[in-house]
């Protein structure tokens, strides 16, 4: 490389004072607030639009939900449908999901379901010590024996914080162990509290002897 090619190079990089911003080149603000803007609208506006997107995939009367193993429930009409899908519509490959959750305002029911071998006493236990669950640390000691309509016996306990009341159930059957979790306000009206004991109720596992 010689001088000259040496010097021309730089000539080339150099900006003129008239064409500088701060010491930047102005021919590359604008492409690169173009970047920042985007990236912006990508971390912050979308995630927020998106949290205020009504959301109109709704539960209609009679309607039910499956997961793996064969769990079904009836969620309460009109609720809505966050995660999971109905009864037959399996995701792809004609698998069900192994949890679903449905949602009134501020009150959702998350419903998982799994392998398990042992009693729904041995699977409260075991949900009361995982991080997996939302606020199962402030679980009542007590439980209390719970049965579906189908036969399927369980066991659940409530749990509240400053702002919420909610429940866990444990339910196991044939080697399927079932966990729902229910979450909502402190201030929930018993028509909400009956919709909740309805899926409970309806909670049941196919095959599954009582």
Do not use: C
């Amino acid at each position: 490389m010689t001088i000259e090619t040496t010097k021309m190079r730089r000539r080339h990089r150099w900006v003129p004072a008239d064409r500088r911003w701060w010491g930047l080149d102005r021919r590359t603000i604008v492409p690169a607030a173009i970047v920042l803007v985007t990236a912006a609208i990508m971390h912050w506006a979308v995630p927020w639009v998106n949290e205020r997107v009504p959301f109109h995939e709704t539960v209609t009367a009679g309607q039910t939900m499956t997961l793996d193993d064969d769990v079904v429930f009836t969620p309460p009409a009109g609720w809505g449908i966050s995660d999971g899908v109905r009864t037959g519509d399996p995701e792809a490959g004609g698998s069900y999901p192994k949890s679903a959750t449905v949602f009134d305002g501020a009150t959702s029911i998350t419903v998982r379901s799994g392998t398990f071998e042992g009693t729904s006493a041995a699977l409260l236990r075991k949900l009361k010590t995982t991080d997996a669950t939302a606020r199962v640390r402030t679980l009542t000691s007590t439980s209390t024996p719970i049965t579906t309509a189908s036969g399927v016996r369980g066991v659940i306990s409530e749990f509240r914080d400053v702002r919420n009341d909610g429940a866990i159930a444990a339910f196991v059957a044939d080697g399927v162990g079932v966990e729902v979790i229910i979450n909502t306000p402190n201030t929930t009206p018993t028509v909400r509290a009956t919709a909740i004991g309805q899926v409970l109720s309806s909670l049941r596992i196919e095959g599954a002897g009582a």
